[in-house]
Structures are given as structure tokens and as C-alpha cells.
């Protein structure tokens, strides 16, 4: 009769925790496409677009990577904003090594990076000046007219960046 009634509480016990565990709200993954809010001052909000694959000044994207583009305008100027999640840390480096070597040069690439954790890029390349940085999975290019624009905008976007990582975790 006792172990009868252990048995009844314990198997109340396990419905109640698998009810918990399985009704609860999954945490909510963070995607290129909850950055498309994002908003520069005086700037123009042109388009913002999302997709799966795409491109990347002109470089293609695999058929797994998500990615949003933004572009803004003031006045004839335009700004862009590229922000893609890979779907491999490996696929990101590769991708940046390929990025960098276009607009630059193959020693910029590979001194640029430490392959699979973080990369980072600022310089003046054909169609204005260009700040990147990938972080694993996360690949991140603005492209601006000059280095006190992009700086500038880099410093909003990751202002941003905190308020949505927190709204996303919390």
C-alpha cells in the first residue's frame, strides 16, 4: 500500500514536470531580421530586406545563412548595412576570408581574423570606406561614405545591439 502511494506521487510528480517543461515558452533565438528596427539619426531608412542566401557586395551567401540588408540614405549619399548569421563558424570564416581578399588583399585577410572566433576589418576600399567584424556564427559589414560616418554608425548599431540582446534574452 506504501509503495503504492510512492508510486502515485512520484508519477504526479513526473506529469506535473514534463507539463512544465513542455508548455514553456522556447527561448526566442536571435536572427538578422530582428535587427531590421535599427534606425540612424538623420538618415533616410531606404529599404531593409531579408533572405536566406543573397549576397554580400556582390560575393554570394550560401543557401543557409540568413541575412538582413539595410540601406539609408542623406541627401545622394547611401549607407549599408549587411548582417548575416551562418549557419557554421567555419562558414563564416570562410566567407570573410574571401570578403576581405576582395576588397583588400590576402595578407589583410589572414592577419584580419582568428579563424572560427573573430575577425575585424576597417578601411577605405572602392566605394568608400567599410568596418566589419564577424564573431563565430555572426557576420557584420557597414559601408559608408567616410570613416567618421561609419564609426558613428557602428556606435549606434551596437547601442541597439544591447537593447535587443536583452529584450531577446529576457
Keep these: 500500500m506504501m509503495r503504492a502511494k510512492i508510486s502515485l506521487i512520484l508519477a504526479m510528480v513526473l506529469i506535473v514536470i514534463l507539463l512544465f ?13 530582428r535587427y531590421a528596427g535599427f534606425k540612424m539619426g538623420d538618415y533616410m531608412d531606404l529599404t531593409s530586406s531579408t533572405a536566406i542566401g543573397g549576397s554580400i557586395m556582390e560575393l554570394s551567401l550560401d543557401g543557409e545563412t540568413l541575412l538582413l ?14 548582417v548575416a ?9 570562410s566567407f570573410w576570408y574571401g570578403l576581405i581578399r576582395e576588397v ?12 572560427l572566433i573573430y575577425g575585424e576589418f576597417q578601411d577605405e576600399i572602392r566605394q568608400g570606406y567599410m568596418k566589419a567584424w564577424f564573431s563565430g556564427k555572426w557576420l557584420y559589414v557597414f559601408l559608408g561614405k567616410t570613416k ?3 564609426n558613428s554608425a557602428v556606435k549606434t548599431f551596437k547601442e ?8 531577446v534574452d529576457s
Excluded at 517543461?21 to 531580421?33: D, F, H, I, Q, Y
Excluded at 548569421?85 to 570564416?93: G, H, I, L
Excluded at 541597439?160 to 529584450?167: A, G, I, M, R, Y
Design 21 to 33: 517543461t513542455s508548455c514553456s515558452a522556447g527561448k526566442e533565438e536571435l536572427v538578422p531580421g
Design 69 to 82: 540588408e539595410k540601406r539609408f540614405a542623406k541627401g545622394t549619399e547611401e549607407f549599408v548595412i549587411y
Design 104 to 115: 583588400s588583399n590576402d595578407f589583410r585577410s589572414v592577419v584580419s581574423a582568428l579563424p
Design 148 to 150: 567618421s560616418e561609419v
Design 160 to 167: 541597439f545591439e544591447k537593447l535587443l540582446v536583452k529584450s
Design 85 to 93: 548569421k551562418f549557419s557554421k563558424a567555419s562558414r563564416t570564416t
